[in-house]
């Protein structure tokens, strides 16, 4: 009996006590609404290409016998970049030239003996049909000569050259990057999603690992029509200045500007609870208010509505804070 006695005073102290300390306000860590600049953007990654390029590559497989230009190096239209082995397409070239020219020999020998009528006219019109069609042969073979030619499709300097001498290279071989170093754009994947908020004319702000901490400027240029039904994405190229740093081949992550307010109201993103509401202090009571949470950061959330700059919110809202009760501010 006596140890029951002592404890049911324990029991009371304890209960005493809860009760006091649920009776006191809550303690709370609160921050002042700022403003600076806030910006909804459209993440997307892609590389860097001239405005003007092309691969080029040879029309059928062969061998490399000759590379007659280097990279850097400035071509002309038609200019011949490299040959391939065509030695035995020459060989049936020669052979169908020497058909032809025999096929024409006959037909002149023929021919004036045809007013004789020492060769039906029917003979003659068979033999002028074999002389015309080997001459349609052999003219076919001489310009097959000219698939073992690459040739630059356009004006431009050589970007790249990754054949050699003695190389196989196939059809779906690119060995020559022909283009113009200026202008340069960005060719970029943007989600589908995200697509029909993106329009010609927006900003872009970029980022190169070859530049770390430097952000540069883009402009979007073109949105292609059709998506890329595998990827779920759509390819925008975003145009660049002539004095762009970045070089081709760069690899770039893009935000494309969507809206941007460069005096936002700005509260860190603890402050914001679940549903877009926030607990302003005013005079030591929590008021509960619905705003309107507009871009988010690691660092800070733009309220749109609903929050002046230099209200004072409260940091990780306890659980069991309502709106009009007292609070203790912590240090």
């Known amino acids: 009996m006596r140890r029951l006695l002592l404890v049911l005073p324990i029991l009371a102290l304890a209960v005493a006590g809860l009760a006091w300390w649920r009776a006191l306000p809550p303690a709370v860590a609160?921050?002042?609404?700022?403003t600076g600049p806030a910006v909804e953007a459209v993440y997307a990654t892609g590389s860097v290409e001239p405005v003007q390029w092309a691969r080029v590559g040879p029309v059928l497989r062969g061998r490399v016998v000759a590379v007659l230009v280097e990279e850097g190096e400035r071509v002309a239209p038609g200019?011949?970049?490299a040959?391939?082995?065509d030695r035995e397409a020459r060989a049936r070239a020669d052979e169908a030239e020497v058909r032809a020219a025999l096929a024409a020999e006959e037909l002149a020998r023929v021919r004036p003996l045809v007013a004789s009528g020492a060769v039906s006219r029917a003979e003659f019109d068979r033999r002028e049909s074999e002389a015309r069609a080997a001459r349609a042969i052999a003219e076919a073979a001489a310009r097959r000569l000219d698939d073992y030619v690459v040739r630059a499709p356009a004006a431009g300097v050589v970007l790249r050259r990754d054949a050699e001498v003695g190389e196989v290279v196939d059809t779906t071989a690119a060995p020559f990057w022909v283009g113009e170093t200026r202008p340069l754009r960005v060719t970029a994947e943007?989600?589908?999603e995200d697509i029909v908020r993106v329009a010609?004319?927006?900003?872009?702000?970029?980022?190169?690992?070859?530049?770390?901490g430097r952000v540069m400027e883009a402009e979007v240029a073109q949105i292609t029509p059709m998506g890329d039904t595998a990827r779920k994405s759509y390819r925008v190229r975003l145009a660049l200045p002539d004095d762009t740093p970045l070089r081709i081949g760069m690899t770039v992550e893009a935000n494309i500007v969507l809206r941007e307010d460069p005096e936002a109201v700005l509260v860190p993103p603890r402050a914001v609870?679940?549903?877009?509401r926030v607990f302003v202090v005013e005079k030591e009571i929590a008021r509960a208010r619905r705003v309107e949470p507009g871009v988010q950061?690691?660092?800070?959330?733009?309220?749109?509505r609903g929050l002046a700059a230099g209200e004072a919110v409260v940091l990780d809202p306890p659980p069991r804070l309502r709106d009009g009760q007292p609070v203790r501010l912590t240090p």
């Open 190 to 192: 943007v989600d589908e």
């Open 83 to 85: 040959r391939l082995d």
């Open 30 to 34: 609160i921050a002042l609404a700022t």
């Open 200 to 212: 010609v004319g927006q900003r872009a702000l970029l980022r190169a690992d070859a530049f770390p």
């Open 273 to 276: 609870v679940e549903g877009g």
């Open 79 to 81: 200019q011949v970049l």
């Open 297 to 304: 950061g690691p660092h800070a959330t733009e309220i749109r």
